[in-house]
């Protein structure tokens, strides 16, 4: 389960993160390129945009659950108002 309290700070601010769980795998950012990126400091990864656009949120949801390790998260005040 993706932890709130474990979000990178590196993440962009808003509906989607990545918390310090993430094993650097690629596959979310196979998914969603324009949203998820390697961070290469850290050698993990964040999310450099939040998506606008309901194809865009779906992209994400799909990438939320296709990450192996369940470190992409939501917040869920932000996720209830869409
Ligand atoms: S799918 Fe999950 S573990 Fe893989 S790079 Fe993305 S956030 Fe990290």
């Known amino acids: ?3 709130i ?9 808003g509906r989607f993160y ?3 769980t993430c094993i650097d795998c690629d596959m979310c950012r196979g998914i969603a390129p ?6 290469d ?3 993990q990864t964040i999310v450099v945009r939040q998506p606008v ?4 949120i779906q992209l994400c949801m799909e990438a939320l659950g296709s990450c192996p ?3 992409i998260g939501q917040m869920e005040e932000l996720a209830r108002s869409h």
Request: charge should be negative; aromatic fraction near 6%.
């Open 1 to 3: 389960m993706p932890n």
């Open 5 to 13: 309290e474990d979000r990178l700070p590196q993440n962009a601010s």
């Open 18 to 20: 990545v918390d310090n």
């Open 34 to 39: 324009d949203f998820f990126r390697r961070d």
């Open 41 to 43: 400091d850290i050698g």
């Open 53 to 56: 656009t309901d194809a865009d």
């Open 69 to 71: 390790s369940e470190s």
